[in-house]
Each structure stands twice: as structure tokens, then as C-alpha cells.
Nanobody
């Protein structure tokens, strides 16, 4: 079983910054992908950014240049540094881990950006 524990959400003014963290515990295989998705009210969950064990990344066009994803493989922790936040970034952010055809999700952390 895998558990994902997120931290770092909150309320910030437009233009501000936040850093999200997610620690994975349980049976974690050496090859996996971790990352973040988000879901705004009334919208579908969407990719924010992911990072594989080897370091390759994917990110949504809407966050490129503003958000940075990184990971600490020794700690099985993934980070999302969010700069230049905009009100449209307001959403519940979910941590994700994918390995061996199984997907795992955190409970979500609220990020609210005020204008």
C-alpha cells in the first residue's frame, strides 16, 4: 500500500509564491513517476507537472516558466515550487504517484490565489 501526504497549500496574493511537498510511504518501487494534478471548482482534474525517477519532467503549458517540480528520491518526496501565482491557479492540488500500472493519489491540498 502507498500513502501520499501533502503539505504547503494555503492562501496567497496574486504574484506570490507557494511550495507544495508530498511524501510517499509504503511499498515504493525504484522506477515511478510522481507529480501534481489540480482540480478547480466545476472543472476536471488536470495535469500540473510530473517527474520520473530519472528526472524527466512534463508540465502543463499554463504553468511553464512559473512552476518548478523536483524530487528527492532518497526521501520519495516531490516538491512543486509555484511562483507568480495567478487567481486561475486556485484549485485543490493532488499529489500523484504512478508505478507498475497502479496510480495513487493524495487527499489534496487547497491553494487559493486572491486578486
Amino acid at each position: 500500500q502507498v500513502q501520499l501526504v501533502e503539505s504547503g497549500g494555503g492562501l496567497v496574493q496574486a504574484g506570490g509564491s507557494l511550495t507544495l511537498s508530498c511524501a510517499a510511504t509504503g511499498i515504493i518501487f525504484s522506477i515511478n513517476t510522481m507529480g501534481w494534478y489540480r482540480q478547480a471548482p466545476g472543472k476536471q482534474r488536470e495535469l500540473v507537472a510530473t517527474i520520473a525517477t530519472a528526472g524527466s519532467t512534463k508540465s502543463a503549458d499554463s504553468v511553464k516558466g512559473r512552476f518548478t517540480i523536483s524530487r528527492d528520491n532518497a526521501k520519495t518526496t516531490v516538491y512543486l515550487i509555484m511562483n507568480s501565482l495567478k487567481p486561475k491557479d486556485t484549485a485543490v492540488y493532488y499529489c500523484y504517484l504512478g508505478q507498475r500500472f497502479a496510480d495513487y493519489w493524495g487527499q489534496g491540498t487547497q491553494v487559493t490565489v486572491s486578486s
